[in-house]
C-alpha cells in the first residue's frame, strides 16, 4: 500500500480511543454484515475460511464469526489490528495483518488457507488509482477456484450525501470529519468503476445490488447518517 496511505490509515488507528462505534462506518454488525447475509451466503462454500479484509476494528469480522467456522480479519495498519484484538476479545473470529495490494503476501495466504471467501467492505475505493489493479489481482489469488468475494463500495451518489451532512453546521458530523482530518478522503465510484477493476484482474459478478451504510454519526436533527453503498458478488472467471 502506499506509504502515505499507510501513515495516514495507522495514524488515524492509533489516535483513536479503543471504544466501539468511534469509526464512522462502525456499524453493529446486526445492520452490516448479519443483515448481508442473504446477499452473499448463498455463494459462499461454508467449507471454506472467510477473510474480512480491511477489518478495521473488527466490528462486522465477529459478527461473521457467528455464521462461519473460521473468520480471520485482516488490515494492513497494525494499530487496528491491536484495536480488534482488544474489542473483539472472547469472540470466535481471529485478527492478523495483511496488506491486499501484496501479491507476494496473497499467495502466502493461499498457500496456507485455500481458497477463500472474502467479505470486503469500503476498502478499494480508499486506494489510489494505481493500486487497485494489484489488489484485484491478490484478491483473484485468494479466492482462487472456488471462493466468492462481497464487496461493497460507496455508489456514485456517496460524495453529494456527504457533502450535504457536512454543511448543514460547522461541527455536524464529527466522525466524518474526523476521517477528512486523517487524509482520509471517501471517494465514490463512477458507474461501473467496481466492476471493471475486477474484470481486468479475471473475475466474473455474478450478483450485485445496493445496500446502506448505518453511519454512526447523527445529523444535526438527530436522524441518522445513511450514505448509499453498492455491492457485487464476484467469482474468478472459469
Known amino acids: 500500500m502506499d506509504k502515505t496511505v499507510n501513515d495516514n490509515w495507522e495514524s488515524y488507528w492509533r489516535d483513536l480511543p479503543r471504544e466501539r462505534g ?7 454488525g446486526a445492520v452490516t454484515a448479519t443483515a448481508q447475509l442473504p446477499v ?9 475460511p472467510v477473510l474480512d479484509i480491511g477489518c478495521g476494528n473488527g466490528t462486522q469480522t465477529a459478527a461473521l464469526a457467528e455464521h462461519f467456522p473460521r473468520v480471520i480479519g485482516m488490515d494492513f495498519a497494525q494499530s487496528a489490528i491491536e484495536h480488534a484484538r482488544t474489542l473483539q476479545a472472547g469472540t470466535a473470529a481471529t485478527f492478523r495483518t495483511f496488506d491486499l495490494t501484496d501479491a507476494d503476501a496473497a499467495r502466502a495466504v493461499h498457500d496456507e488457507l485455500g481458497d477463500v471467501n472474502v467479505y470486503l467492505r469500503g476498502v478499494l475505493h480508499q486506494m489510489p488509482d494505481e493500486d487497485r489493479p494489484r489488489a484485484a489481482a491478490a484478491l483473484s489469488v485468494l479466492l482462487g477456484d472456488s471462493g466468492h468475494a462481497f464487496a461493497v463500495e460507496l455508489a ?5 450525501s456527504m457533502k450535504t451532512a457536512l454543511g448543514q453546521s460547522p461541527d455536524a458530523v464529527p466522525k466524518l ?12 465510484w463512477d458507474e461501473g468503476k467496481l ?23 447523527r445529523l444535526p436533527d438527530g436522524s441518522p447518517l445513511r450514505l448509499p453503498m453498492v455491492y457485487v458478488v464476484a467469482r474468478n472467471q472459469r
Open 22 to 28: 468511534l469509526p464512522v462506518w462502525d456499524s453493529d
Open 177 to 188: 470529519q474526523r476521517v477528512f482530518r486523517y487524509g482520509l478522503t471517501p471517494a465514490a
Open 156 to 160: 456514485p451518489s456517496a460524495s453529494a
Open 40 to 48: 452473499f451466503r448463498p455463494y459462499f462454500d461454508a467449507a471454506l
Open 195 to 217: 466492476d471493471a477493476v475486477l474484470d481486468g484482474a479475471g473475475m466474473a459478478v455474478v450478483a450485485r445490488g445496493e445496500v446502506p451504510l448505518h453511519g454512526t454519526d
